[in-house]
């Protein structure tokens, strides 16, 4: 069961094959056996879940199950959940249990969803390689001796390895979709607003974006329809009907018009991926779309940008943890400025630290102007970059990432790090929608194939994908990590 997408699932469950329960069980003895070596799973929920399970197949019984009644999934830990721990991937938060549940976590219990457990992150969601949790990295189970990519690198590797058929993520500047395509699995970042950030603790809160992990763009079509929504508890969710992203999948490409950013395709992408970009972009156009050359003049304003806005808007949302209300406290503090200092000292992680420093830097007296405005102003030319070339196509296609998925450990420094975004940073910056897709290997590693579509055009965003997905059996290799228990 382990390989069946979520839309067979549902369709195995309706049918009777198998009950929610026996397929949760098949879940959680999986993770059982194979995450010890891949550390996808901060905490699992086994007796929640089978109890949940339970209740999915005694509702489906009565005719009342829900849309995705008993079908099994994993949440980022960032995501509060009633009950269970909610970390972050941080010693700050390690014995912290969430009193409620986040907006996207309720839909989803509504929906009947079964929850197995809380997958690893970089701390507060900030990395590009989930080496910075404090619970220590996620492999990728392509290859053990690589990253899954982050920060949402827990969520991918659970699903690339068949523990969940689905999870959840968030993506901030690329970390939904660079795990995905490490990870060789569809990641779908929505527009900024469409799903609510209620109950997701903040990272940079102007880019945050919560957003499903799956097998394929049908799978990613079923989640969205259910999380997305207006949420009057969250004043960035926008008030717009969420349109049936299933119905249209199968829509014809004739007549799509692709574009290729220019600077997509420049210095610093490896060789095999620009192959395999271009590879997957050659059955676009055998499909009938039609594919020509863009520009977004400002691509390369994206990365300082971004490292001068999330940083500010990080060392804002990140001062509440200071060990007087919830969270790590240090040890016998000698007076207030002792525990402010020795709590956020012992409980953030070094890159934490790093971004809140930058951030604070950025937003004080005589630097606010000069970085933070100026990074501001940025932004928009960036957005406005996207908005010009939409009026010239209707999606924009190239890589996700630079490289396939690099080495525990190879990136020393960084700035190096920080450059393993560079084509999906300016995405959050201007609030549109983008998706990953399996789009062939860099020697044993996947490539991700990424397409961007105009705010709220997720519809036509997931049937592009899945037209490709359609066409091309990329989304359906598996790693030889965990086959032994099939």
């Known amino acids: 069961m382990h390989d069946k997408t979520l839309t067979e699932l549902a369709a195995g469950l309706q049918a009777g094959e198998f009950s929610s329960r026996e397929l949760c069980q098949a879940a959680l003895e999986r993770i059982e056996h194979l995450d010890g070596e891949l550390n996808s799973f901060i905490t699992v929920t086994a007796e929640q879940a089978l109890a949940n399970a339970d209740a999915a197949d005694r509702a489906r019984e009565a005719g009342d199950a829900g849309p995705l009644a008993g079908l099994p999934l994993a949440l980022k830990d960032i995501f509060c959940t009633q009950g269970v721990r909610t970390s972050c991937g941080s010693k700050m938060l390690d014995d912290f249990v969430s009193p ?75 970390s939904i979709r660079q795990p995905a395509a490490f990870c060789g699995i569809t990641g779908l970042k929505p527009t900024y ?58 829509t014809s490409l004739s007549g799509l018009k692709i574009g290729l950013p220019k600077e997509y395709f420049g210095d610093g992408l490896d060789p095999e991926v620009e192959t395999a970009v271009r590879e997957a972009i050659k059955v676009y156009e055998s499909l009938g779309a039609k594919v020509c050359e863009v520009s977004l003049p400002h691509t390369h304003l994206a990365i300082p940008a971004y490292y001068v806005i999330a940083p500010a808007e990080a060392s804002s949302n990140l001062s509440r943890y200071d060990g007087v209300r919830f969270g790590h406290r240090c040890d016998d503090p000698t007076d207030l400025e002792d525990l402010y200092k020795r709590t956020r000292a012992e409980g953030f992680g070094e890159e934490v630290k790093r971004r809140i420093l930058i951030g604070t830097h950025t937003l004080s007296e005589g630097f606010f102007d000069a970085y933070y405005l100026k990074a501001q102003q940025v932004r928009r030319l960036i957005r406005q970059d996207f908005l010009d070339a939409f009026d010239e196509v209707d999606v924009l296609m190239g890589p996700t990432a630079p490289t396939p998925a690099f080495d525990l450990g190879a990136q020393k420094d960084p700035v190096s790090m920080y450059l393993q975004d560079i084509y999906t940073i300016a995405v959050n910056l201007a609030g549109i929608p983008g998706i990953s897709v399996p789009a062939g290997f860099a020697g044993n590693r996947p490539v991700g194939l990424q397409v961007l579509a105009p705010h709220f055009a997720e519809a036509q965003l997931l049937g592009v994908a899945h037209q490709f997905q359609q066409a091309t059996d990329w989304h359906l290799k598996r790693p030889a990590f965990g086959k032994e228990t099939a």
């Open 193 to 250: 607003g469409r799903v609510s950030r209620y109950g997701m603790v903040a990272y940079a809160s102007s880019l945050d974006q919560g957003g499903p992990l799956a097998r394929n763009a049908a799978d990613c079509a079923l989640l969205l329809e259910t999380i997305a929504g207006q949420d009057v508890r969250d004043s960035t969710s926008v008030a717009r009907v969420v349109p049936d992203y299933t119905a249209d999948l199968d």
């Open 100 to 174: 409620y549940d986040a907006t996207v976590v309720e839909k989803l219990r509504q929906a009947g969803a079964v929850n197995l457990g809380k997958t690893n992150m970089d701390e507060f969601a900030m990395g590009s390689s989930n080496e910075n949790s404090f619970y220590g990295p996620v492999k990728n189970p392509w290859d053990l001796s690589a990253v899954p990519g982050g920060s949402s690198g827990g969520s991918a590797a659970a699903v690339a390895a068949g523990l969940v058929p689905a999870a959840l993520g968030t993506d901030t500047g690329g």
